[in-house]
DNA sequence: ATTGATGCAAAGGCTTTGCACCACA
DNA sequence: TGTGGTGCAAAGCCTTTGCATCAAT
């Protein structure tokens, strides 16, 4: 996994790995804080930060920036489009097939060389839809 | 435009306004307060970051989301998609038609209610790109 | 033993807010 | 003239960072 780098295998960079790859709810870093510390109470939350931007940096987790102000992690790297509630900023999955035309369109009409392209949906989620009515 | 509520049509807000209107750059809030005090120097940054939230909740100017840290502004509220470069952090608008069809598919596998979505791309804007040649 | 990682606390960047005064309607 | 808006400064929220110590290699 770390092989070749410089990164050490800490316990702290271990648990954090090992519980986002748990959840498909992409926490925001203090929400993977906040169960950490049930498990190693001393961790602080500078150690989630620094090793969740690390992981992310190589391309072993994805750092999700969807709106709202905090940003979320997700241990799935394949590409795919999320879906954020209006009301709670709970974020899901939407598991439908990248639309790569959007990028080929997108190249006629623009003189930026383009990388990628993210989707994001909003909508209400079941809950907030439920406590609504 | 304001017709009917209780805002006040202000001088800050007026040209704050103005000034948005007359760029397509999807500037910050302190892009604008740079600009703004040019021309009315003894503005402040929270006049600015509270005209624009408020022109925004009354629907006269779009707020954008389009990661990076700093919302950013745009008086097109047309739906529209957008290209940031991942280096400057430029925003452009990309001229192409929103497909719908991204909220139709994603209709069926998700049961959140679907309101919009919304497309970024990510790529190297011209003048980064001469920089790193 | 070396040096990357941790815990803690302080600092940073962006945004919001409390308050007394101001100026639209 | 009433009340929403302004300028100013302080506070808030999320994230990053400096530093002494710890621990993985």
Redesign the interface.
């Known amino acids: 996994m770390l092989t070749g780098s410089k990164l050490r295998m800490t316990k702290q960079r271990q648990l954090i790995l090992e519980e986002l790859s748990k959840v498909t709810s992409h926490p925001t870093a203090d929400d993977m804080y906040q169960v950490l510390r049930k498990k190693m109470p001393r961790i602080s939350l500078g150690t989630v930060y620094r090793n969740l931007e690390i992981l992310y940096e190589n391309g072993i987790i994805q750092k999700l920036?969807v709106?709202?102000t905090q940003k979320r992690f997700d241990a799935n790297i394949i590409p795919h489009?999320h879906?954020r509630?209006?009301i709670c900023g709970r974020v899901?999955d939407?598991?439908?097939e990248p639309?790569m035309e959007?990028?080929t369109?997108?190249k006629k009409?623009?003189?930026?060389?383009?990388?990628?392209?993210?989707?994001?949906?909003?909508?209400?989620?079941?809950q907030c839809?439920k406590r609504q009515s």
């Open positions: 920036d709106g709202g489009y879906i509630c209006t899901a939407i598991h439908i639309h959007l990028e369109e997108a009409v623009t003189d930026f060389d383009i990388i990628q392209h993210r989707v994001e949906f909003l909508g209400i989620c079941p839809k």
